[in-house]
């Protein structure tokens, strides 16, 4: 299957002016608690303060001069946000003074709050001049092969050391027309979402130019924008490794910032959506050392795997990183990519699925895609790479939206915040969620004796996005039950493997095992009490509390090959549960 002209799902102007109402557009008939408290102040013009921002609806912010010339925003708040002395850069800055004000938008772009403050400028801003978007013509003796466009908003010389932004051209079209790739870009970096991200952190951004060629120099099956395994297959002509030549580019770019006094380090920031996404989330792996941050949403649930192989499977580039080596010269470095700051994510109703169109997968690539990640993009495939990524040890935050679709607009602010975290080194661990469905139970008393009430409880279970259904346990061959917490009593000594099953509204059906071990007798427990010392007679997985947790008894490779037999377990619970 092959797709022609398919409209990217993250259009240029998401978050673009056009959609929202002047300052005057402001209704007083609105019933919605919002407000803002703006008060007037002296700035040295790259800064303001907003003493109180409060919407109980999503809402849009956006400073505008007094021409209504935006300076700050559009930035997204959700309903029941409520946010004291909250400061805002500025983009461009303000060189005189004058009266700005504070405005609040719902999402058909009509004016909910207006606040006006008199803003007066005191002292040297210090500012760095940026650079309105430009195209920066090929070169090749430089290492690239293609243009791109650079964009840099002017900021504060004594502000901390910056990175470049990158975002990936996605025009979503296969064309030999490289004007559209060029119209696109340019869209992208007057209006686009990574444009909104640049001016909110006042840091450059750079999106390539690349093709999408439909026979020249390459054909179709060359997804260029996604950065796919053909791509990388290109051993000679202008699209030659063009994740190097988009190395050089970010070179070239830092070069001519620090011509112009505005100092870039050399580690790239990225962000990208659907094929950029997908663009940014293979670049990482192949080039951690480079990259200091990246946001990739939208990814068709198939984050590249930093496994060589599972499931009986070799992951090659880009199921996995098998063959990495043989296609750049070296081997993916996980320490480093462990290193790199990672936010990965997905809309819970995104149905934008690349698996079945041959541009995006080969015949056989998509075999093993299928077996290896599994059918539901957001229910299977992206629980699967979170998997991925624990097994190989690399730390990397997982996301899915409710109630998102095919669109980067819910996870604007994250983009925004987890971006600016990395740039001052702090901890970006919060932005995760544990995806998919990961059972677990505890159980009191830890040393049960026969004829003891044990109670089993559920509730640990972890489910990053849905509703658990149902909990069933298998007790004893016999003896079964259900529930998130239940009791049971066991009549003999012995050891008893109890098996909780979880249930959820996608129908995925997950399990874990724990042997219990009731009735020592006084013997053994005399023994233990001579050989261990009171601090060390909590077994390995008791609670503070003295409860005993379970743990997952699915193998080595948790999440590949999930055979769960799952007509059988279905009937058990629905037997159970009847």
């Known amino acids: 299957m092959k797709r022609r002209d398919v409209v990217s799902g ?53 400073i505008l001069d007094s021409e209504s010339t935006t300076l700050a925003g559009p930035i997204s708040f959700d309903a029941g946000t409520v946010h004291g002395e909250y400061e805002v850069d500025l983009q461009p800055p303000l060189t005189e003074t004058e009266t700005v004000t504070a405005n609040l938008y719902d999402n058909d772009g009509q004016g909910i709050a207006r606040e006006a403050a008199r803003v007066t400028i005191s002292g040297d801003p210090n500012l760095a001049s940026g650079i309105e978007p430009t195209l920066i013509e090929s070169d090749s003796d430089a290492g690239f092969n293609y243009p791109y466009f650079l964009y840099a908003p002017s900021r504060r010389e004594n502000e901390q050391q910056a990175s470049i932004l990158v975002q990936p051209n996605n025009s979503g079209q296969t064309t030999d027309d490289f004007d559209v790739q060029r119209r696109s870009a340019r869209r992208r970096i007057e209006s686009g979402i ?116 599972a499931d009986g499977h070799t992951l090659d580039f880009h199921i996995g990183i098998a063959d990495v080596e043989a296609l ?156 998130e917490t239940i009791t049971h009593q066991f009549t003999g000594p012995g050891e008893y493997a109890v098996t909780l099953r979880a249930i959820d509204d996608k129908g995925r059906i997950e399990t874990t095992t724990t042997t219990i071990r009731v009735g020592e007798n006084e013997t053994d427990r005399s023994q233990e009490s001579d050989n261990t010392s009171t601090d060390d007679r909590e077994p390995n997985n008791a609670t503070t509390d003295g409860a005993v947790s379970s743990e997952p008894t699915r193998g080595t490779t948790p999440g590949f090959g999930i055979g769960v037999a799952v007509t059988s377990i279905i009937s058990t619970s629905q037997s159970i549960l009847s």
């Open 10 to 62: 993250a259009g240029a102007s998401v978050l673009g002016v056009a959609t929202l109402g002047t300052a005057t557009s402001v209704s007083a008939q609105t019933s919605s608690d919002v407000s803002i408290s703006f008060d007037d102040q002296t700035t040295d013009g790259t800064r303001l303060t907003v003493a109180e921002i409060s919407t109980d609806i999503d809402a849009q912010f956006r």
């Open 194 to 309: 990574s444009r909104t991200v640049a001016d909110r952190l006042s840091v450059p951004l750079l999106i390539p130019v690349l093709p999408r060629p439909e026979s020249d120099p390459v054909d179709w099956r060359h997804y260029v924008h996604a950065l796919d395994r053909q791509t990388m297959q290109i051993s000679d002509g202008p699209l030659e490794r063009v994740d190097r030549q988009l190395l050089r580019m970010a070179d070239d770019a830092r070069q001519r910032l620090s011509e112009r006094s505005y100092p870039v380090d050399d580690q790239v920031m990225l962000n990208g959506f659907s094929a950029a996404g997908n663009f940014v989330d293979r670049f990482t792996v192949l080039h951690p050392d480079r990259v200091r941050s990246v946001t990739a949403g939208g990814l068709n649930g198939t984050a590249i795997l930093p496994l060589e192989e």
């Open 328 to 483: 750049i010269g070296e081997s993916v470095d996980l320490d480093a990519l462990n290193e790199t700051n990672q936010f990965l994510y997905m809309g819970e109703d995104d149905g934008n699925d690349t698996i079945p169109y041959d541009d995006a997968w080969s015949d056989s690539m998509r075999e093993i895609a299928l077996d290896v990640y599994g059918e539901a993009m957001v229910a299977d495939r992206f629980p699967t790479c979170q998997r991925a990524y624990e097994q190989a040890g690399v730390d990397a935050q997982f996301k899915v939206y409710e109630g998102a679709g095919h669109s980067p607009r819910m996870a604007l602010e994250d983009i925004v915040e987890f971006h600016q975290r990395s740039l001052d080194g702090d901890d970006v661990s919060g932005f995760g969620q544990r995806l998919g469905l990961r059972p677990a139970f505890e159980y009191t008393p830890d040393r049960p004796e026969t004829g003891d009430e044990i109670t089993f409880d559920a509730s640990s279970s972890a489910l990053g996005v849905g509703e658990v259904l149902a909990y069933t346990w298998q007790l004893t061959d016999e003896e079964t039950a259900a529930g």
